[in-house]
């Protein structure tokens, strides 16, 4: 039985999830399409779009600079207009943005359409560092003036925008989403090497190339960008969420369950599918989606290595987790992307997994986190039996990841702070229920 109250989730789990769900657009990647309606002079139009927390305060940060949003949340479909663009107060920015790390990318179309830009201090989830400098200073290599204030910072464009050459030290996907918001209208060319190259990255690309923009992408990282003076709305459907798919896929095979994932594609999920099967669990891809079930036999141990993509996604890696505390033998895993990523353990350990956490590199090779002190390595030993217990989500992803131990779990559990997951898991109570699991919210 699962039951629902304000922000708290009691599970009783050990019942493997069967049946059918949905997953629409990426998380990862909507909001960053939001974002680019700024930039066009005509509306754009959203399909497949997901609703979650992420994109409503992506809609009021939008209705605040003067953008017309019309939503039809069942059709999945966002129209945006942008033509009466305007400054919003900061403390209306602030009120709304909450713990959203998203104001920051506004920066870009924002200093094109009105010269000024403002972003509170950001939040998030806890699970790195995550700063914010690689856009500060993208944004000053084009010429913005930027200015740090006890309530955020506020940034200038006394003049156009001028391209510019960068070469990141880390593929970040904030970074380059950055770059390619700002970079797309500013005067002369932009070049990026050590560019992120993630699908989600690929379909902005997408969009901004319908809008107008000229960008072509080089197989070693290197993304170049011809400013143009203007551009105009499209229509795009966004790719399907592999992040949610995955993470489905990771609670088939923790509970010993069959789930078919509709929408689910496998392209962006070809490192994913790989490891799946290599840990005993079997998917057959359709047309309209991917069916993830465990197929019988105890599951098998693996060594494991997050990176930026073509790699091991990091969103990938909790759910996994949890399913290789049903693995005989010894998995190791080893983070790269983020630091902090493995908190979300002890609530695991406190189940009954049996899980080390160390500081040095337990991957195929050294990492930038090898030599700061950080636990970003992890051995599970299984298969361990888990027991329900009280849980505090941490983050986004680690709160799923709770919620599939819940559900593995014998006994009932409470997990607290859910409202974390429904900022990237559209309608997930309700996805439960089609699972099999019983869900009441008064």
Not at 351 to 379: D, W
Request: with cysteine; hydrophobic share 40%.
């Amino acid at each position: 039985m699962v039951r629902v109250s304000q922000d708290l989730l009691y599970v009783s789990g050990g019942t493997p999830l069967s049946g059918e769900i949905t997953v629409r657009g990426a998380k990862n990647f909507v909001s960053k399409a939001m974002v680019a309606a700024l930039l066009g002079e005509t509306p754009t139009v959203l399909r497949n779009v997901p609703q979650i927390r992420d994109v409503a305060v992506v809609t009021g940060l939008l209705e605040l600079h003067g953008v017309r949003v019309d939503a039809d949340p069942v059709a999945g479909t966002l129209h945006l207009d942008p033509s009466a663009v305007e400054s919003a107060h900061v403390a209306d920015i602030d009120a709304h943005a909450g713990a959203s790390r998203i104001p920051i990318l506004f920066c870009g179309p924002l200093l094109h359409r009105l010269g000024e830009a403002f972003i509170p201090d950001l939040g998030g989830c806890r699970i790195g560092d995550r700063p914010i400098n690689y856009h500060l200073d993208i944004l000053r290599q084009f010429g913005a003036v930027v200015d740090k204030t006890d309530t955020g910072i506020h940034i200038r464009a006394p003049r156009r925008l001028q391209g510019t050459k960068i070469a990141l030290p880390y593929p970040s996907v904030g970074a380059t989403e950055q770059l390619l918001l700002t970079a797309v209208r500013a005067e002369g060319i932009t070049e990026l090497s050590g560019a992120a190259i993630e699908p989600e990255i690929m379909d902005l690309i997408n969009v901004l190339q319908k809008m107008g923009a000229i960008i072509s992408v080089d197989t070693d990282r290197v993304i170049r960008i011809e400013g143009v003076d203007r551009l105009v709305g499209c229509t795009h459907t966004a790719l399907a969420d592999r992040v949610e798919a995955a993470s489905w896929a990771s609670a088939a095979l923790a509970t010993g369950g069959d789930v078919y994932v509709r929408g689910a594609t496998q392209p962006e999920m070809t490192t994913f599918l790989n490891t799946f099967r290599k840990v005993g669990g079997e998917f057959v891809v359709d047309d309209d989606g991917i069916r993830f079930f465990h197929p019988g036999g105890p599951l098998r141990s693996i060594q494991l290595e997050t990176d930026v993509h073509p790699g091991f996604m990091t969103d990938w890696q909790q759910p996994l987790v949890v399913a290789l505390t049903q693995a005989s033998g010894l998995s190791i895993v080893h983070e790269t992307v983020y630091e902090n990523r493995f908190g979300f353990v002890d609530a695991l350990r406190g189940m009954g997994a049996t899980i080390q956490v160390y500081k040095e590199c337990l991957g195929g090779r050294p990492c930038r986190f090898g030599q700061r002190n950080f636990f970003h390595s992890a051995v599970i030993s299984g298969p361990t039996p888990l027991s329900a217990a009280e849980i505090e989500v941490p983050d986004l992803r680690g709160g799923f990841s709770h919620l599939i131990a819940a559900l593995t779990a014998k006994g009932t559990s409470a997990v607290r702070g859910i409202s974390l997951i429904d900022r990237g898991y559209e309608h997930f109570t309700d996805k439960l229920a089609a699972l099999g699991a019983d869900v009441d919210r008064p």
